[in-house]
């Protein structure tokens, strides 16, 4: 059972315009969301989070939405530069009841931003 | 850099055979995970330490296993291998506890051939 979702393997922009990359999840008990950036290679590197008490974070060119009624977290980039060109991983985490807490990840969304 | 440390690089053997991945966490981090993906696969939670005691169990097989040792750096044993466990394994560490934010080492490519 995925608990998050990303719905679109992959998405192209032009440089300079908004890249809206989307995620949904399942679990009501998820209060933390995580945007990770992967390049080929590499290990994924932490972006931008939100806790569930907020509906808006911002961090230069990047902005995360959370909509909790909806289940769903975007995030947006503005202005797209080629150097975004990446893998997004949307991950979640709740507390389960115990002192855990456990990272889960959807499967990536491949963004392309074309010069 | 994230300053999580991961060897080696690459890895290949052959089915049948046993392979140790190693881990060492940031400075300071005492919660170590381990995240498997597979080709066009996101990243499968396998299993997590806390202080050198196992906190979580994910999608881990029996063949496998992991521990954490007194300095924090872990392993993850793989055995028995199969051609279906070719793929790429993170580590990731935290501070640990509250809400977390894990950064990951380069990984580590297994090849099962």
């Known amino acids: 059972d995925q608990q998050v979702k990303q719905n679109s393997p992959s998405l192209s922009v032009q440089e300079g315009r908004i890249s809206i990359l989307n995620c949904d999840y399942t679990?009501?008990?998820?209060?933390?969301f995580l945007w990770y950036k992967k390049y080929p290679a590499e290990g994924p590197t932490f972006l931008i989070s939100?806790?569930?008490?907020?509906d808006k974070n911002e961090d230069g060119r990047f902005t995360v939405f959370l909509n909790k009624s909806a289940k769903h977290l975007s995030l947006h980039i503005v202005p797209s530069q080629p150097g975004d060109s990446a893998v997004y991983f949307c991950a979640a985490s709740g507390n389960y009841g115990g002192a855990t807490n456990k990272l889960i990840f959807g499967t990536g969304t491949l963004l392309a931003v074309q010069p | 850099d994230s300053g999580v440390t991961q060897t080696p690089k690459h890895l290949i053997t052959a089915t049948g055979q046993r392979v140790t991945l190693r881990c060492s966490p940031r400075s300071g981090d005492l919660s170590v995970y381990w995240y498997q993906q597979s080709l066009d696969q996101g990243l499968q939670f396998l299993i997590q330490y806390y202080n050198g005691e196992e906190r979580a169990k994910g999608n881990i097989l029996e063949r496998f296993s992991a521990q954490q040792f007194p300095d924090l750096h872990s392993e993850l044993n793989l055995s028995s291998l199969e051609l279906g466990d070719s793929a790429l394994y993170f580590c990731a560490s935290s501070v640990g506890g509250g809400l977390i934010t894990l950064f990951f080492g380069p990984g580590t490519r297994l090849t099962v051939l």
């Open positions: 679990n009501s008990m998820f209060d933390y």
């Open positions: 939100i806790s569930s008490i907020k």
